[in-house]
């Protein structure tokens, strides 16, 4: 009838938000090693399970790795790859301001949607961030989390499928919180921990170092431990290409020193 | 009188919720051992109880176990045998979004309406969430806690019997709550504990592993220990499905040991 | 004049309540041994020193004991031994889903009719329900908690005479809270100790157990130790009931062993 | 002017209140020991110094003993024996309900209403109640406590003088609240600590033990330690009165062995 | 313009609220020694620097010390020696009953209205009391203390000066809450410590003790180390007189002992 | 279209900001050492940072350092030196009694303005302030911190640049809270540590001492270690300025003693 196909009547997400989805991935996906296969096979086997399942409507697995790691883009990739009918990335940042009650309403309306689609998938960012988690206390919104505890284990309307993708930074606080059992997988996601890791990403931006310039680096990379995000080391090569060329190799060997601990 | 009627004109509940409750059972209930006939036995005892009984007209059992272990869909099932003109099934996840005082509200309008019918059968599932326990802090809602105690004690008018089954994660925060003492019996529901039990289920259950693979299957499980709930073994059948089948009883296994502790 | 008489018309509460006062001892008062005879003689003291007072016109008693021990049906049945003509049975059950205020207010609306009558007997049954209190944090109403404090120690205006009776389980909370020395007399109601005290209750249940049962049960029971409240004991007693004439002696006696700590 | 006249109007409070008064002392003052005397002179000489004051127009006690001791009696007594126009009873009880905020107020106008006249006492009986003092977390009202601590400290207007009597159980609650500071004098009132307490009180109270008796009693107090508040003595021989004459002694001396620790 | 002449017409604050300063040195103010001494040279410096600095717009200190110590008398004096047209006592006692917000926009008016005139000098009376500060929690309005930090650091506008004279009781209440940084300067303002100190009262006060009284005192006192505020000692003082003339020596003596640790 | 125009119609914030900029940098910046230099090093590299970088549209330092280093007046001249067409400095100077819904509508606010603007630089002085940090208890807006963090790793839309200049006083607060991991980089500012610096600062200065008086304190200075901030320094130059000639080299020579840990 008229009211159900209005509530039931989902506009194509996928082409509305992929925009949205793209500006998580600003710097593209550069798989940088075997931590970023794993997650990406992680992902395809789950979207799988999703369409295919007969006993699990209800898919969930959370990324969770140290700042700057590349969960955000990552996770958004893995929904863009499940090309699902309904697509949505929910954020604390679109929030920002909201009472603790119109945030668990705007989650809850969230998942709503995505049941009444057949195949979802939902992008749940920065689980710390909706939680309003706060380590000095500790504070956090018991409403969001019984709210996202509730969400993350309520199954889809008989033949309908949701794939839920959260990312989350300290896996921790999300085991204190009682938050890990509410996820079919919980997935890793590593800094680049070798100087192997660091030269694939300098091989595939452009304009970065000359030839002359990446003979050095991989002479001094080649055989090091690092331990760095991957969106920390781009902003290394910005701050690098600031720095006249003389001197420039020499100042990005130094901050990895600094930074990513590279002896 | 016509109030009194109006007040008092329960429908025939059975009928209308037997859906519900068949929702919460969407994989039917497998006797893969021992846990679950004690379960099931402690149930219809309990039943007869309230039925008979003349000196306690409120009986009450809480079911409580790990996660994943079939808690729910047991309590449905305990309910629906009862065949109890009047049954509820009382959980948090139709509850997101009310405030404390809605939720009072709501539990107080459920046990009310069971106090209006000779016979009633009323399960309470997930008592953390309907407490909204969070274990940093910890938090609760006092509200809630001191509704349910007293509910869990209030016996039915004079005349009118009340079956009460509850289901929980973690006993040793009800005991701390001090929620215990007001159920009539605590009943635990185990994992499975043996590769027997997770071959009763595989046998159980059909298009899963073909014969071949059953045979090597019950060469490496029934003499092994495991610890894994229902919902969880499920969940692993489902994604080795997926999986190729020259690899997938391997892939099994190798998530058996991963997940359920299997060596 | 009219608005005093409006106020101080006082119907005869007695005749009224009795019932519900009844509904508190649906099983009748079985005096099982000491302990009960001992809360009996206080209660019968203090009611006569109510009545003839000159000096002390507002007595207050406090029974506590371990959950199950019959601390509600005593209350209630002193209550209706004082044949006071204003009586009046306090208990958070009635005040499910009150603010903290508006118990506040019913309370002291309760003790402010009590004032208003000659002789007043006012039952305040299971404190921490009233206070609302949880062990863990731990909280409570402290609304609730000073009002209660200032109504137990609040003389009834001259020439009328008031005497209260709460139950509490928990003697420590109180005291920690400071209440105790708000009361003229704290009375301990202990659990039954002793085999011949489940024997007494035996006897005088009928259509129990038959005279061979009994006379084996005797045997089994008469020297042993226990520790089981007189509600805990009609509770198995009921569901030995239930088990067919062959086992039930001895499924009572396994009970016992579990529930009450026999040996 | 005639506002002025309006605020400034106080009706001669003495003769309004002198019953309110007397209600608190519904015993007498038996004089049965040092402390009372001590207690008395403090207040006499706290009287004076009010009245004749040059650089102290505002002048505070605090009346600290343990639960029983009779404070609100002495209190309420010296009060009396001031005989200023302006006398003023301030007790949680009367402001049973209360919100904070409208403590606040009413203590604040009690305090501007004795500024308005030229000798002003006023009771402040029982700080902790007025407090809301919990010592579970602990809890009180800060409100309450800093309005207390600044009208104990605010002279009255040129050329009038005030006298504060308050009351309090626990001295040392009081000291870690930072409010001992804030009375000029802080007096100690004792519980009755020898036999000797206990038979001067016997012998003012009429109708209570005959001449045989009364021999006995001091055949056996006179040499003793007890610990016991006047208003629990009370409280005892009124106990005694209604038991036979031939066990009354007995009974008599058994409670103060469990009561006052009399050995 | 006009609206500009409205804001910034500031009345010749100085002449209204001399009358208010002067209430707070009800008794004058004897120089009993050094530690007076010392103030109110800081006092006199700071008032300069305010009048002279180019750098320094804002000058702000803080006197602290024990309770009695003379501190609030002390403050207005210096503010009053100011003469600056702008003169503001600011003070907990009358602000009781505002609510937090209250009390903040209450202080930032009189920042605000100092901020308008050319030389201005607040007094910012008893920290702790603005704070309601209480030790047991501890508890204190972070609205007040995060306006205070903000008000004592803001500068005048351009061409204005401001002196701030604070008084507190705490110092280490202060410093954990972080205000002490705030202050262009701390001092410390201390008991009497000797028996000089006391003489040197003594002989300022009139009608106090006569000749003969003056020479056994100045015998008794002259080496004595005590511990006493100016405004205890006054209050003894005043005692003192209210005895007859034989013993007031002694009781004054007496008094000190008890009172100020006299040995 | 015109909505948009109105929208982004950002006035050239620079102009009419300068002024309040200017103000916070009241007695100019003296480049008084190392720490200076370093401080506004980083800053120029980030200017061109943010002015050139194709992946990091974002870029935020923190600039921490004790009371009276200078933070804020450093953090104003680098936003000026940006020359950036949209300027902003935001304090809670600015929001005293904003509730903290009304500070974070405000931050927020200010973000999405600096949002529309090709090229922005927002300096956020004192986060603690902004925060409502308290260290007793510890108290703090988590709201407030909620939104800073959220809004320091917000990146602005396509195209625009932003760079936020952040000033702190306690960095292992906002280590324990967690804003840490938001920032590109963490600069330290130090006190002067050496009397050479405090020197530097003497010779800047005009009016000061005269030449004699600058010899004998570059002979006393030259070669001592100190711990003073700029702003401390400048308070005791005011100081010594007011005392009169003959013994204003040894006062100040005394206050570094005492303040500035001179020895
Ligand atoms: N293999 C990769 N995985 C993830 N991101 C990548 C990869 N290769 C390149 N990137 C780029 O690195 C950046 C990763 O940033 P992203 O915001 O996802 O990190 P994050 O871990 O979510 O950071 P935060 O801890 O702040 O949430 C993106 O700009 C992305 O385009
Ligand atoms: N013996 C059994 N007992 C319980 N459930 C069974 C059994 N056999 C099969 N099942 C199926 O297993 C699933 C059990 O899931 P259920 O939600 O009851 O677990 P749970 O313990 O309540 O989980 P949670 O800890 O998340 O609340 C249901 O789909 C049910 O149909
Ligand atoms: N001697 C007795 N004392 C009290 N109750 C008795 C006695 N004999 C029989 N009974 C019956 O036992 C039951 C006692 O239950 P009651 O509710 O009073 O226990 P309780 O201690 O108040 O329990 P709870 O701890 O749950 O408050 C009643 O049904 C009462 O009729
Ligand atoms: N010397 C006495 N001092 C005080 N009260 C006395 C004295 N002699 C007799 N009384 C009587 O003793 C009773 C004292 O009770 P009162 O309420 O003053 O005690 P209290 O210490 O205030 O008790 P509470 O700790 O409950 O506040 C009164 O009835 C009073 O008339
Ligand atoms: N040298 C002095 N310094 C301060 N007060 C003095 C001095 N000499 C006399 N006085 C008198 O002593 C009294 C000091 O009281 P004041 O209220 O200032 O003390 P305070 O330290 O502020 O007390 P509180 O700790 O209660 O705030 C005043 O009456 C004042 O007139
Ligand atoms: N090199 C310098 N760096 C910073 N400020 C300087 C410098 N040289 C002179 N100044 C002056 O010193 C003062 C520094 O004060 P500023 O308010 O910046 O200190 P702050 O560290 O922010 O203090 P607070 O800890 O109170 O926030 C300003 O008046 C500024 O003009
Ligand atoms: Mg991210
Ligand atoms: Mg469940
Ligand atoms: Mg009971
Ligand atoms: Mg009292
Ligand atoms: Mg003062
Ligand atoms: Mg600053």
Same mark, same amino acid.
């Given at each position: 009838?008229?009211?159900?196909?209005?509530?039931?009547?989902?506009?194509?997400?996928?082409?509305?938000?992929?925009?949205?989805?793209?500006?998580?991935?600003?710097?593209?996906?550069?798989?940088?090693?075997?931590?970023?296969?794993?997650?990406?096979?992680?992902?395809?086997?789950?979207?799988?399970?999703?369409?295919?399942?007969?006993?699990?409507?209800?898919?969930?697995?959370?990324?969770?790795?140290?700042?700057?790691?590349?969960?955000?883009?990552?996770?958004?990739?893995?929904? @863009?790859?499940?090309?699902?009918?309904?697509?949505?990335?929910?954020?604390?940042?679109?929030?920002?301001?909201?009472?603790?009650?119109?945030?668990?309403?705007?989650?809850?309306?969230?998942?709503?949607?995505?049941?009444?689609?057949?195949?979802?998938?939902?992008?749940?960012?920065?689980?710390?961030?909706? @939680?309003?988690?706060?380590?000095?206390?500790?504070?956090?919104?018991?409403?969001?989390?019984?709210?996202?505890?509730?969400?993350?284990?309520?199954?889809?309307?008989?033949?309908?499928?949701?794939?839920?993708?959260?990312?989350?930074?300290?896996?921790?606080?999300?085991?204190?919180?009682?938050?890990?059992?509410?996820?079919?997988?919980?997935?890793?996601?590593?800094?680049?921990?070798?100087?192997?890791?660091?030269?694939?990403?300098?091989?595939?931006?452009?304009?970065?170092?000359?030839?002359?310039?990446?003979?050095?680096?991989?002479?001094?990379?080649?055989?090091?431990?690092?331990?760095?995000?991957?969106?920390?080391?781009?902003?290394?090569?910005?701050?690098?290409?600031?720095?006249?060329?003389?001197?420039?190799?020499?100042?990005?060997?130094?901050?990895?020193?600094?930074?990513?601990?590279?002896?």
């Amino acid at each position: 009838d008229f009211m159900h196909a209005l509530e039931n009547d989902i506009k194509p997400a996928f082409g509305v938000s992929k925009d949205e989805f793209d500006s998580y991935i600003s710097n593209g996906i550069i798989v940088w090693g075997q931590p970023v296969t794993d997650v990406l096979e992680e992902g395809q086997l789950r979207i799988r399970q999703t369409v295919k399942s007969e006993m699990t409507p209800l898919v969930s697995i959370l990324i969770e790795g140290p700042p700057n790691s590349g969960k955000t883009a990552l996770a958004a990739h893995i929904a @863009l790859l499940s090309k699902f009918p309904y697509l949505k990335f929910c954020t604390a940042q679109t929030m920002l301001g909201f009472s603790e009650l119109a945030k668990c309403q705007q989650l809850k309306k969230i998942f709503e949607d995505a049941h009444k689609s057949t195949l979802s998938c939902v992008v749940v960012d920065e689980l710390e961030s909706l @939680l309003e988690y706060a380590p000095v206390g500790p504070r956090y919104s018991n409403n969001v989390l019984q709210t996202l505890k509730l969400l993350l284990k309520r199954p889809p309307p008989k033949g309908r499928k949701l794939l839920i993708i959260a990312t989350a930074t300290h896996r921790d606080i999300l085991e204190q919180l009682g938050l890990l059992p509410s996820f079919s997988k919980v997935v890793h996601l590593s800094n680049m921990s070798s100087g192997k890791h660091i030269l694939h990403v300098l091989n595939e931006i452009e304009h970065c170092f000359n030839d002359n310039e990446m003979r050095i680096l991989e002479k001094k990379l080649h055989d090091k431990k690092v331990w760095i995000g991957i969106k920390s080391l781009l902003d290394q090569i910005e701050v690098a290409r600031q720095a006249d060329e003389n001197s420039r190799v020499l100042r990005f060997l130094t901050q990895l020193e600094e930074i990513a601990g590279m002896t």
